[in-house]
């Protein structure tokens, strides 16, 4: 499996942007679609969106959708999650993880059949 490693969490007042990062090492990183998913207090974790192989194909959940960009760099094995317009509900515990799945597929959205996951980075948004 892939190693990831999230880091570019922080704290940010409402209306900043944050770009978090997940570099990847261990096995070839263009082989996965990446997935970046959060998980609030008390709240059940949620999809944020994805990105395939190649960065050429994007999707965003609808609370995102507008106001965040994922993309990636294969030769640097990263992936990133750039949040503008930042809300205080998006504070979270953002996540990214790694697998061969669709992007396309109702069943990622759910985060399961994701071989590899990161250990999380904070993101915190002040009102």
């Known amino acids: 499996q892939v190693q990831l490693v999230e880091s570019g969490g922080g704290l940010v007042q409402a209306g900043g942007s944050l770009r978090v990062s997940c570099a990847a090492s261990?096995?070839?990183?263009?082989?996965?679609?990446m997935g970046w998913f959060r998980q609030a207090p008390g709240k059940e974790r949620e999809f944020v969106g994805a990105?395939?192989?190649?960065?050429?194909?994007?999707v965003y959940a609808d609370s995102v959708k507008g106001r965040s960009t994922i993309s990636r760099d294969n030769a640097k094995n990263t992936v990133y999650l750039q949040m503008n317009s930042l809300k205080p509900e998006d504070t979270a515990v953002y996540y990214c993880?790694?697998?061969?799945?669709?992007?396309?597929?109702?069943?990622?959205?759910?985060?399961?059949?994701?071989?590899?996951w990161g250990q999380g980075t904070q993101v915190t948004v002040s009102s």
């Open positions: 993880a790694a697998t061969q799945q669709s992007i396309y597929s109702d069943y990622f959205r759910t985060g399961r059949n994701f071989g590899s």
């Open positions: 261990g096995r070839t990183f263009s082989n996965y679609n």
């Open positions: 990105i395939n192989w190649s960065g050429r194909s994007t």
